[in-house]
Nanobody, 121 residues
Framework: QVQLVESGGGLVQPGGSLSLSCAAS????????MGWYRQTPGKQRELVAR???????NYADSVKGRFTISGDNAKNTVYLQMNDLKPEDTAVYLC???????????????WGQGAQATVSS
């Protein structure tokens, strides 16, 4: 059993900052890529940022230069620092981990419960 618990988010004015964190716990043999997605009503879930176990990062074009993803493999935790926020960044943000629960198991995806980030004046 693997659990992902998110924290952070909230309400901020345009131009402000928010941070998110997501910690995975439970039966984790090893973790691989960690990422953040976001979802708004009526739209498909979109990848915001992703980091591999080797530290390679990629970002959605809409957040490049404003968002920073980081990870702590030892703590199975991923972070997202969001700066210069815009109203269009308003969404539920979900973390995603690729995790192997045993040496003979394949890699499965796990999701956090979601954290609301609202950017409004």
């Amino acid at each position: 059993q693997v659990q992902l618990v998110e924290s952070g988010g909230g309400l901020v004015q345009p131009g402000g900052s928010l941070s998110l964190s997501c910690a995975a716990s439970g039966s984790i043999f090893s973790s691989y890529a960690m990422g953040w997605y976001r979802q708004t009503p009526g739209k498909q879930r979109e990848l915001v940022a992703r980091i591999t176990s080797g530290g390679s990062r990629n970002y959605a074009d809409s957040v490049k230069g404003r968002f920073t993803i980081s990870g702590d493999n030892a703590k199975n935790t991923v972070y997202l620092q969001m700066n210069d926020l815009k109203p269009e960044d308003t969404a539920v943000y979900l973390c995603n981990f690729g995790i192997r629960i045993g040496i003979r198991d394949g890699v499965s995806e796990y999701w956090g419960q979601g954290a609301q980030a609202t950017v409004s004046s």
